[in-house]
């Protein structure tokens, strides 16, 4: 019966097909020893012609700007955010836009304004800071610890009070005292008395 299943597949010369379908061809197809034709799906993964293209990703980092006019626009929006509820630190801003924050501060070495509006959003950040330090919403002691990168004023502060610290640290007292005699009261003490 397989066999006359065979004889009336259309025939198919061996110009007409290519090896690798010929291989797949009798790779699936079986006959069974009743003489009946069954086909099998292959076992190992079937091998793409062609090379899947990886798709761009959008990219991780925006690029810092470079022209003036684009660096004055990012210091006016700095401005305008530092004034909403959400900002907290000076870095989040640009971090929130996909920048290298250490690239953003170098813009402040080569533009003026963008210097001045770094500073002035600083100060109105050390001052949220302070205000929320008085009505105890955050802790005091974090706060103050990290008013001095926001409020110079305060930072000046400080470092003057740890240098004035340091040189007393660094300062020796000698005390002299005379010597006292010795007495039923005060007898002579030895070293080896210890």
Known sequence: ?????????????????????????????????DGTLWSSSPS???????????KEMPRALVATPTDEATQNNLASELLEWVKSDNAEALEQFPLERNMNPYKFYRIAEIN???????????SYLGFKMTKHARMRTQDGGVIMKLLP??????????????????????????????????????????VSDN
């Open 149 to 190: 990168l926001y409020n110079k004023l305060y930072g000046d502060l400080v470092m003057q009070k740890s240098n004035a610290e340091s040189t007393k640290v660094g300062t020796v007292i000698q005390v002299i005292e005379s010597k006292v005699e010795s007495s039923d009261m005060v007898p002579e003490r030895f």
């Open 44 to 54: 190992r993964p079937q091998i793409r012609d062609s090379v899947p293209v990886k």
């Open 1 to 33: 019966m397989a066999i006359k299943q065979l004889l009336k597949m259309p025939k198919i010369t061996s110009e007409s097909i290519s090896d690798s379908v010929r291989a797949k061809i009798e790779s699936t197809t079986r006959v069974r020893r």
């Open 112 to 122: 003026p304004y963008f210097a001045d509006c770094l500073e002035a959003s600083a």
